[in-house]
């Protein structure tokens, strides 16, 4: 018995056909069928399906739809010659994982197997080691109920300082409500995008990013989209056999996303302020080292202009005992001498005080870098 994972080909188009089995038939073990009632008829599982959307009869939506209703959980990867935001929409809105489009390269179409073939069984092993990880975390609160959720989500959303662990929690409290979807967030930086089945599928992240311009509340059949400006939540599988419930659910999923995003805004502004503070931090260092030099340089400069002035004061008064002058001729050059004394005094004591001023101004920076910049 061949160990080769099980590829679906639905394709009504016979050269298309054969040429995507060509394409995997070295890797995979490939099954071929001309439509989806053939498909849908057939008794063995498949890993991956390519279904392709326009068919005579059930349409690849209508066959993929048939497939879910069953309980088939097999990924499938839609096949279109148009690359649309409907098309997308409701290839996910029938139950679809990928899309590619037509005409197919090789390596596109190898990938995208790959990826579906590898993240299916990731998921099964993880099911198989245990029940969802962040259901646990919320199992302490399971007897309160689905409001016992938002009051868990509430008090780690507080505590959560970055996008990334945001979008956890965000993660955690829907599949605590047994819910599975999507979470992104966005704020300064890349958006931060979460499932809730640990990996996310390329026509989820393609959906988010459709969905996040759609209005506050989408529902679309078993699935919804709640929008807020930095956080949307993506739904897979709202019970919709019991409205009630999934009225209340959609009351907390739209307040578990408004509060997200009131954190998002507050990461970001405390972010923005300590980059702020980073900066004002830098400007505070080099006027501080301005402020120093020059005070440094007023110092100096004071010091220097009272030592020349006493030097040119002995100078001059080893000048004039040699110059035989009267007893009158002396006293006026005294009185000359002490007058400009006295006025370069004056100006030496006015640059004294400005030196205090600017050691009180530096003061100031210093304190107002140490209490946060209130002065």
Known sequence: MSDKNRIAVVEDNAPQRMILIRLLEGEYAVAEFANGEAFLAAPAEFDAVLLDIEMPGLSGYDTCRRLREGGSEVPVIFVSAHDTAPERLAAYEAGGDDFITKPITAAELRHKVAAVVQQRQRLKDL?????????????????????????????????????????????????????????????????????????????????????????????????????????????????????????????????????????????????????????????????????????????????????????????????????????????????????TLDSALQFFDEAARGEDEFSEVLARLERLAASDYRL
């Open 127 to 339: 099911a198989a080691q245990s029940a969802f990880a962040s259901q646990a975390a919320f199992s302490a609160m399971s007897t309160m109920g689905d409001l016992g959720v938002v009051i868990e989500f509430l008090r780690q959303g507080a505590s959560a300082d970055t996008h990334d662990a945001l979008a956890r929690r965000l993660s955690e409290a829907m599949a605590a409500w047994g819910l599975r979807g999507a979470v992104q967030v966005r704020g300064n930086g890349e958006p931060v995008t979460v499932s809730t089945e640990g990996e996310l599928s390329p026509l989820q992240t393609s959906v988010l990013d459709t969905m996040r311009n759609m209005g506050r509340i989408f529902e679309f059949g078993s699935r919804a989209a709640v929008n807020y400006a930095h956080v949307s939540l993506l739904v897979n599988n709202l019970p919709t056999e019991d409205p009630d419930k999934v009225g209340r659910l959609r009351d907390h999923l739209a307040v578990l996303a408004e509060s997200a995003d009131i954190r998002v805004q507050g990461m970001d502004a405390a972010n923005e302020r300590d980059l702020q503070k980073v900066g004002i931090a830098g400007s505070l260092a080099e006027l501080r080292g301005a402020l120093t030099r020059t005070n440094q340089r007023l110092v100096s400069n004071r010091l220097a202009g009272q030592r020349h002035m006493m030097d040119q004061l002995e100078s001059l008064a080893r000048t004039l005992a040699s110059l035989g002058l009267s007893e009158i001729q002396e006293n006026f050059v005294g009185d000359l001498v002490r007058e």
